[in-house]
């Protein structure tokens, strides 16, 4: 079960020194040294600097998270900032090395010294919707000029807490198994530790039951989950073999797929994994495309969000698209209810700003 940070920067300077700190304790959780702890607390000081003089204000999300690709289970601190301001006239200028986001006198780091020592690094900027940039700061330093992520499907998600809560009720996870990879979101029933503790569970579990079929992880999560409070959990089940998308789901987990350029539900079935299993859930299968784009969500996303019409997003990391539904989805006048996660699944490829993602 691990820590949310959720940090408002929507005033002054000491907002700024929320975000370092909040920076430095999620590194300490994840154990990372400090060095590395330096270099987070730079990113994440950067990023809210950011927010305030070019965005007048947005929210850092931090979380701890695994890396996809490299083989290293030990968790990792992704930095996520997310803004409504009027978004990157010059992405390629900003992204330069060295490159100062501001006229006045700045940190001197900028955007692309983030991307430089961040282990992975992403943004998506449109003109009038805003900005997120993404940054997850790992145990090893960040190679140089290491080139794309490896070829195939990624997952990625941000996790937001209720009212800024110390932990969420709600949980993704990920497992590659040859040609199949598998993609879970939990949403612990209520609010609070116990909660977490019951989507924390679905979780683990799945590492130890990815080579099987959604509905039989479905039923054995529902096994496993039955000292806790129970939790609504969706699985979708990529066989890249087959280019084919399995998913099956129970309780109020949504689910939207984009492909061929339009987006379609795919429906969860009532019920609580735990506590009310339902005795059969149907399975939709779907054909999967190289430009296909599957988001998850907790119900802390409004029910009739509009899903982007967005092209770039399949090409970015997907947790730079889970902010950019998450943002997207959600405004002041819309304050969320509950905690809130968003996963997504893309069918990979290069990033246009990333590195190692």
Known sequence: MSRVWDVPVEDD???????????????????????????????????????????????????????????????????????????????????????????????????????????????????????????????????????????????????????????????????????????????????????AEASTAAVEELRDLAELPPVEILRSLGRALRPTRGAAVAVAQLDLREERLSFAGIGNIGARLRTDGAWKPLLSHPGIVGAQTPASVPVQRVPWHPGSLLVLHSDGLPSRWTPPDDGVLPGCDPAVAAAVVLRDAGSAARPVRDDTCVAVLTAGGESRHGSGT
């Open 13 to 195: 300077s000491t907002r700024v020194r929320d975000v370092r700190v909040a920076a430095e304790e999620a590194s300490a959780c994840a154990g990372l040294p400090a060095s590395r702890t330096a270099t987070a607390a730079l990113v994440a000081t950067e990023l809210a600097t950011n927010l305030l003089r070019h965005a007048e204000g947005g929210r850092v999300l931090i979380n701890l998270v695994e890396r996809a690709h490299d083989g290293d289970r030990r968790p990792v601190v992704q930095l996520v900032s997310l803004d409504h301001g009027p978004g990157i006239p010059d992405v390629a200028a900003a992204m330069r090395d060295g490159y100062t986001t501001t006229v006045a006198a700045s940190l001197g780091a900028g955007l692309g010294t983030c991307r430089r020592i961040a282990n992975d690094f992403d943004l998506h900027s449109a003109p009038g919707r805003g900005t997120v940039v993404m940054a997850r700061i790992g145990h090893e330093p960040a190679v140089r000029n290491q080139g794309p992520p490896p070829p195939g499907p990624r997952a990625g998600g941000v996790n937001v807490p209720l009212g800024r809560a110390e932990h969420s009720g709600d949980a993704w996870g990920r497992v590659r198994r040859g040609d199949r990879l598998t993609l879970l979101l939990a949403d612990g029933l209520g609010h609070g530790v116990k909660a």
